[in-house]
Structure formats: structure tokens, C-alpha cells
């Protein structure tokens, strides 16, 4: 509980120190930063646009952070959400060949879920048994196969796009959409599975015997090891769950908006999701605002081109983490030297 | 470094220390003659390491004054105490296990021919430094291959490079074998007598006895009186630092062995870095019987007991947990068959420092134990972790304390509490007392053979040849991954001598 709060406040700081910067960025090109993140904020949270926008931003980044978080519990570093997120979404969207389209929309979703959860279950698989077998670091698998994922999904794009001149999935039909917020806007109700995600995993890590031996094994793989647990056969599963979860990051696109399969349609949120679950200390359910914050500062971000470089939002981003990460060493020392004569 | 006005090496006085939670040090004063060996005892907590760190300049205290070579410490830093020649050797070894023995020694004060490491230097002059004071080691052996008793040799040498004239050296011996404690007394004995002023922490009154010439005693954070070691007796130390007379626990009476629970035949096992380790050693524990492991460190006790317990797989031979081959199951199954492990490296093997005790108590427990359906059962868990907590006087006795906050000998409770509470036929312990305290260690002990009475076999490989003859039935000794020899204490006597001589490799 302590330990909880402790890190609240860390992030609370972060989070204006890291304002702060900008706007001294802001003020240094003439401009008052006040104004400036008053159109920030309002544009990311007052207008029913940005706020359908923020939602679907945080969508993805909850699904590749929690799949970050998990890889990290157990120990490891799954670098490969960008792939995962690729070949599930990919997957998901294949299925427009598969189902017919009279599919009822309940069906097809559910189809779509386990589509997207095994695409990146696969993705993850080839790092994970080589991890376990031959003890290659899967730091360098993973992030290796994002390359490999994105080339072969792109390949097989070309014979499932809609036309020559679309590189692109063609829609899938109107009865499989998720529900939006509002409409026409993107932000829709995979947003709840994402929070049900979170949720489940914190509660599986916590409260059940196999998550207790993933974060044994994520602690002290030694004591995992003396205590019985099956080490290999856990790192692998984690490490294939992770990716998994990642697979589901697309689901938004594939059944909300657009409502298809794009090259390159979430640039970036595979690693983005690192930087998530680093903000989150790689707590399963602190991931959930911790993306809505970035999300909100990547939103904002556009909105203010007019008096800051639209990067101002990434730097910001990546100021907090900084910050969060260097506020929870110096917490961890505070506590530690607090705990050494106690 | 040497200030040849003052009789005092070290003068501390007044020293306070103060932790939000507890006072380490309170009004606590020392003072070292030059070229003394001087030891500071007193149980774990009563603040002699806490003294030693304001010594070291690793902490600041809050009041106080320390003088070395008649001279205040203006600042706290560690490179203020090494300016004044003060050197020290840490418990936990700070080494690059990677590097060599020479590169350890010279690091961040490397020779240099040009702009490059001066590699051949380095290794001579760690040489002539290790051949000065009788430390042997061989300077191009990488750390991570060196046994215990070598890594320690490194460290002082270390201190040593450094121009330290005040050596502290924090627990030596806890880590040692009785050949290598009498190697690091001579040591000692040969540093003191070129001129070195030597601070030994300890709660080792025998070493104590044959080293130092005078005793500090500590108790709750306070420096109690310092006495001269002729004037003295062991008892009478003891009780100074206990605050109460020590017991003499006699030996448990022998009981009828029962059926053999552990049989190891032949085994063979080959160590980390390669080479065979273990070489063809036969093995028999029944039930009612503790069997004590002697041995000099690195000669296959470690590599025997992962076989043993799983953590390793055997080149050759057998396994049998009560009568059932385990040679190639993997821990479960072992568990499975009533196996207990109170593991050598308790950090890394024993607990989970980020967990909480009631976490660690789950450790290794049978999957339905504390889990219903795959889904913890907290009911439990708490109720068993608070009647351990109780059972085994462990502080804080809070199941939801973090282990990393809890003292190493509470962890060791923790630990034995846990292993022994599955009611095991077998009990794999290997150093269990290693590093605790006397009121730590009379428990760990006093555990064992309780289980010894209650029909458990007992292995317990231990380094402290005291505590193999005050409670173990049978001693085997290894010597180079070969039973050495074998006494059986309820048909004979043994005393350290000849157990001595066996470690060493001369066959009884």
C-alpha cells in the first residue's frame, strides 16, 4: 500500500516536472505555455474527436505495455510487440477470406479475438523456444523478429490486399464492427477488453499459483528453480503469452476503424508499449492511465503545431518516463538505506 | 601514514548512528593500538558493522568523533578512510568475477605502459604483494574460478594494493573452512606483525581467542568494555556479549538408525567451469541419523548436493530418495518424495527477496497445498505463515514483510521453518548456520535434530567442524570430490585434528 502510493506521487511528479520542461521549451520560442497547453489539453480531453482519439491510442498501448509488463514479471524483455501487434492484427483481419459474411457479428468477433491472440502467440513462439532450448537471449530474437514479421506479413499483404492500388485487407463487414463511443470517431469498445485484460493479469499474477511461479522466476530464477518450479516450461509460456497479448493491440483497427488490415498501421506502439509498462513499473492495471497519458500527450501534441513542433508530445513522453524511472531509483535507495538498520 | 606521535592507530569515541527505526550505534567508543590485531564482537545487530562502515567512511555518523592516526575525519567518504590508510573487507565479496585475480586487485588503479594496461605488471606486482604477506593466489585465475577462501585473499590483497595500514576486515571467517581460518590467522598474525593495525569483526570467540590481543564487546548498540584476551576467558566474553551465560549443548543421545532414505551411488558430476568435480562417491543417509559433510570448500560439496537435490544432472551413478530413482527427475518429483533443501546460497537459491515472507513460505510447497483450482488460497497462506512466524521467532512477524527487509538470520528462520514444516523424510542442508548468530545458530541446530528425532535423515554439509561434532552421528569427509574418510561419532571419537588431516587429503 505504501509502496503503491510512494509510486503514485513519483509519477505525479514526473508528470509536472516533466510540463515543466515543456513549457520552458514552449516559453524559450516565444510563446505562453499556458495557452499553448490549454489547446493542449483541451483538444486531447474537451473535444468529443480527441477524446474518441485518446481512447483508441490508449487501446493499443495498454495491449503491447501489458505484454511488456508480463515478459518483464517473468523475467524477461519482449522487444517484439511490433511484430506481435502486426501478425495478430493481420491474422484478425485474414478472416474476411475465411467467414462468410453472413458470420453474425458476436462470432466473427470472437473469431477475430482468437485470431488476433494466436497471430501473436506465434510471433512470440520462435523467440520463446529458442530462449528455452538454446539459450539464445530473447532480447535479440525478439526485437530480430519484428523485422522478419513486418517483411512476411507485408508479403502476404500483396495477395490479400483489396487492390492493386490499396495495400490494404478489404473491410470486413459492417455486423462484425465493435461498438464506437461516438459516431464517427475511432474510439470504441475494445478499449473494455483492454481494461478486462489488465485487470485479469494483475489479478492472475497476484492470485494464482501459476502467476506466483512467473514472478518467482522473474525474482530469483534460482529459488523458482529450487522450489520445484518447471523453469523452462513457465519462461516459455510467458514468453508466448506476452506475445499474444500483443497480438491483440490491432483490434481496434481490424474491428473498429478502420475496420481493416493497413501497412504500417500502428507505427511504433510495439516499443511504445516498453515505454508504457516502464511508466507503470510494469504494474498489470498502473498501465491502463499510464497509457491514457500518453495518449493524451501524443494527441495534445497535434493539436499545437502552431506554437511547438508536433514532437513536443514525444519529448514529453519521454521526459516522464525518464523521470518516473530515475524517481522510483532514487525511492527504492531512500527505502533501502531506510530498511538497512531496521 | 604512520604518525609516530600517537599511541592509537584508531580512536573513536562518542560514535552515535541513528536509523529511523533503531538506534545502531549509541555513545559507542574504540581505540586501537598500531600494529594491533583488535576484534569487535557482538551479536548480529548490535551494531559492529554499522561502527566499522563510520570507520570505513562508508556512513556518517550523526554524533561522535573518529581519529585515525591522531587525526579527525573531517568528511565521511570512503576515499577520505583510504586516504588515511583505511581499508576494507567487505563480507560480500565486491569482485568482477570475469576479471582476473591481478585485474581485480589493480582495478582503477591500473599500471599502464603508455595509454595501455599494463597487464604483465599488474600480475607481478600482485605477485610480490601476495608472496609479502603470505596470500597465495594465482594472478591470471579469473575470480568466477577461484574458490571462497581465495576470493577473500583477493579482497585483502585489494586493501592491500591500496597502501591500507588499518585493515577491518567484516566476518572473515564466517565463509571459511578451519584449514583456511588458520591460513587467514596466520595471515593476519604476519600483516600485524609488519606493522598493520588489524580490526576483526567476528562472533567467533575461538578465533578471537587464538588471534586477537584485545576484545571489544558490543551489545544493543553500545560498546560494552574492551578486555585484554590474556586476562580472559571464552565464557567470560560470551556472556558479555550475550548478556547472559553461554549454554553447553550436549550431544543428542544416539538413537537405532532406520532404513536408508538417501542412497547415492557412484556419482560423478562435473562442476560449472568443467572439470569433474565429484568423483564417484557412494553415499548413505537413513532415517534417524544426521550425516555431517567435512570438507575443505570446493572439494564437490556443492556439485554432490545439487545432484542430490536436482539443481544438477550427474555424468554418472545414482540418486535414490526412499528407495525411488531420481537420478534424472527433476526437483518436483524429488520434493514429491519428502525431500527438504536448505540450500548453500540463500540469497540466490534460499528466498525471494522481493517477496514477502508469506510468498516465501509457498515456496516449493505441493501444487494443492496453498492453492485451490490453480488459484492461491490466502486463508491459508497467511495461517501457516503466522504459525511459522511464531514457531520460529522470526522478526518482523509480519508474513507481509518484504524478505529483503528482514535480517539474514530471519531469512535463514524463514527458510528452515518452510522446509521443515512439509514434515520431510529428508533433509538436504548445506552451511544452514552460515553467517548467523549464536541465538540463530543454537535454533538452525537445535531444528535439525529434532527432526533427527522425529525419523528425518538429515545431510548437512557444514564448514564448521564444531557443528558437525556437536550434532551429527557420522561425519564423511571429501577431499577432491572423493570421500576421504568417514568417522562414526556413536562408536567413536573424532576431534578437529584428525578430521583436519583427512580435508587436508591425508586418509585416516
Known amino acids: 500500500m505504501r509502496a503503491a502510493l510512494n509510486e503514485l506521487l513519483v509519477l505525479i511528479v514526473a508528470v509536472l516536472l516533466s510540463l515543466g520542461v515543456g513549457a520552458i521549451l514552449i516559453a524559450l520560442r516565444g510563446h505562453d505555455p499556458f495557452m499553448v497547453y490549454g489547446v493542449w489539453f483541451g483538444e486531447a480531453l474537451g473535444s468529443a474527436g480527441g477524446r474518441s482519439q485518446v481512447i483508441f491510442k490508449t487501446t493499443t498501448l495498454i495491449f503491447t505495455a501489458l505484454a511488456s509488463a508480463l515478459a518483464f514479471r517473468g523475467g524477461m524483455f519482449n522487444i517484439g510487440a511490433e511484430g506481435q501487434i502486426y501478425l495478430g492484427a493481420f491474422c484478425a483481419a485474414a478472416l474476411v477470406f475465411v467467414l462468410p459474411a453472413s458470420t453474425p457479428g458476436f462470432v466473427a468477433v470472437t473469431a477475430a479475438f482468437f485470431a488476433a491472440l494466436s497471430g501473436g502467440a506465434v510471433a512470440a513462439l520462435i523467440p520463446a523456444v529458442l530462449k528455452v532450448r538454446r539459450h539464445t537471449h530473447e532480447v535479440i530474437t525478439t526485437m530480430m523478429m519484428n523485422f522478419i514479421l513486418l517483411s512476411v506479413v507485408n508479403y502476404f499483404l500483396r495477395f490479400a490486399r483489396e487492390s492493386a492500388e490499396v495495400v490494404r485487407t478489404p473491410p470486413i463487414p459492417a455486423a462484425w464492427r465493435v461498438l464506437r463511443f461516438e459516431r464517427g470517431y475511432d474510439g470504441n469498445t475494445v478499449v473494455l477488453l483492454a481494461i478486462v485484460l489488465a485487470l485479469f493479469i494483475t489479478w492472475f499474477l497476484r492470485r494464482t499459483r501459476a502467476g506466483y511461479a512467473i514472478r518467482a522466476i522473474g525474482s530469483s530464477p534460482g529459488a523458482a528453480e529450487l522450489g520445484g518450479i518447471a523453469t523452462g516450461r513457465v519462461t516459455l509460456g510467458v514468453l508466448v503469452a506476452s506475445g499474444a497479448v500483443a497480438g491483440l493491440g490491432g483490434l481496434n483497427f481490424v474491428l473498429g476503424s478502420p475496420g481493416y488490415f493497413e501497412q504500417h498501421f500502428a507505427p511504433f506502439q510495439g516499443y511504445l508499449g516498453i515505454a508504457v509498462a516502464l511508466l507503470a513499473r510494469n504494474h498489470p492495471f498502473g498501465i491502463v492511465p499510464a497509457a491514457f497519458l500518453f495518449a493524451v500527450l501524443a494527441e495534445g501534441g497535434q493539436a499545437i503545431q502552431e506554437w511547438a513542433p508536433p514532437e513536443l508530445g514525444t519529448i514529453l513522453q519521454a521526459i516522464t518516463v525518464v523521470f518516473v524511472v530515475l524517481g522510483a531509483e532514487l525511492f527504492a535507495r531512500w527505502e533501502k538505506r531506510r530498511l538497512a538498520h531496521a | ?508
Not at chain 2, 581519529?67 to 578512510?81: D, L, M, N, R, S
Not at chain 2, 562472533?203 to 568494555?225: D, Q, S, Y
Open chain 2, 1 to 508: 601514514m604512520t604518525n609516530a606521535g600517537s599511541a592509537n592507530a584508531i580512536e573513536m569515541r562518542g560514535v552515535t548512528k541513528r536509523y529511523p527505526r533503531v538506534i545502531a550505534n549509541q555513545d559507542a567508543s574504540l581505540s586501537v593500538r598500531r600494529g594491533e590485531i583488535h576484534a569487535v564482537v557482538g551479536e548480529n545487530g548490535a551494531g559492529k558493522s554499522t561502527l566499522m562502515k563510520v570507520l570505513a567512511g562508508v556512513t556518517r555518523p550523526d554524533e561522535g568523533v573518529v581519529e585515525v592516526g591522531g587525526k579527525a575525519y573531517q568528511k565521511y567518504t570512503p576515499e577520505e578512510a583510504a586516504h588515511r590508510g583505511v581499508g576494507m573487507v567487505f563480507q560480500h565479496f565486491v569482485l568482477v568475477p570475469t576479471l582476473t585475480v591481478a585485474e581485480n586487485v589493480v582495478l582503477g588503479h591500473e599500471p599502464r605502459k603508455g595509454v595501455v594496461f599494463d597487464r604483465a605488471r599488474a600480475e607481478s606486482d600482485v605477485l610480490a604483494l601476495s608472496r609479502r604477506f603470505g596470500l597465495e593466489v594465482d594472478p591470471s585465475a579469473p575470480v568466477e574460478t577461484c574458490s571462497i577462501g581465495v576470493q577473500q585473499r583477493v579482497e585483502i590483497l585489494k586493501v592491500l594494493a591500496r597502501g591500507a595500514e588499518v585493515l577491518i576486515l567484516d566476518e572473515p571467517t564466517a565463509i571459511l573452512t578451519p584449514a583456511e581460518v588458520d591460513e587467514l590467522l596466520a595471515v593476519l598474525r604476519r600483516l600485524a606483525g609488519e606493522g598493520k593495525t588489524i580490526v576483526l569483526i567476528t562472533h567467533k570467540l575461538r578465533e578471537v581467542m587464538a588471534v586477537a590481543e584485545r576484545i571489544t564487546i558490543m551489545r544493543a548498540g553500545r560498546t560494552v568494555t574492551t578486555v585484554e584476551v590474556k586476562s580472559t576467558t571464552q565464557d567470560a566474553v560470551a556472556e558479555l556479549m550475550v548478556g547472559r551465560p553461554p549454554k553447553h549443548e550436549q550431544r543428542p543421545p544416539a538413537r537405532p538408525r532406520g532404513p536408508a532414505v538417501l542412497e547415492v551411488k557412484g556419482l560423478v558430476a562435473r562442476s560449472d567451469r568443467g572439470p569433474v568435480a565429484v568423483h564417484g562417491i557412494d553415499l548413505v543417509v537413513h532415517a534417524g541419523e544426521i550425516v555431517g559433510i567435512a570438507g575443505i570448500e570446493g572439494n564437490g560439496q556443492t556439485e554432490l548436493i545439487e545432484c542430490i537435490t536436482g539443481l544438477r544432472a550427474p555424468q554418472a551413478g545414482t540418486v535414490r530418495i526412499a528407495g525411488t530413482d531420481v537420478t534424472s527427475s527433476d526437483v518436483a518429483t524429488r520434493l514429491k518424495l519428502g525431500m527438504a533443501h536448505v540450500p548453500e546460497d540463500r540469497h540466490r537459491r534460499g528466498v525471494v527477496l522481493d517477496f514477502s515472507i508469506e510468498e516465501n513460505v509457498i515456496l516449493g510447497a505441493p501444487p494443492d497445498r496453498y492453492a485451490r483450482m490453480g488459484v492461491l488460497d490466502r486463508g491459508r497462506m497467511r495461517t501457516e505463515t503466522l504459525a511459522l512466524v511464531k514457531a520460529h521467532d522470526v522478526r518482523p512477524p509480519d508474513p507481509d514483510a518484504r524478505m529483503s527487509a528482514l535480517s539474514g538470520g530471519n531469512q535463514q528462520k524463514v527458510v528452515i521453518g518452510r522446509e521443515l514444516g512439509r514434515s520431510p523424510r529428508l533433509i538436504i542442508a548445506a552451511h544452514p548456520t552460515r553467517g548467523l548468530d549464536l541465538g540463530a545458530m543454537e535454533h538452525v541446530d537445535s531444528s535439525l535434530v529434532q527432526a533427527r528425532a522425529n525419523d528425518v535423515a538429515v545431510l548437512l554439509v557444514s564448514a564448521e567442524l564444531s557443528e558437525l561434532l556437536a550434532i551429527a552421528d557420522r561425519i564423511v569427509v571429501l577431499y577432491g570430490g572423493r570421500v576421504a574418510g568417514e568417522v562414526d561419532l556413536r562408536s567413536a571419537t573424532a576431534d578437529e585434528r584428525t578430521l583436519g588431516a583427512m580435508m587436508a587429503g591425508k586418509t585416516a
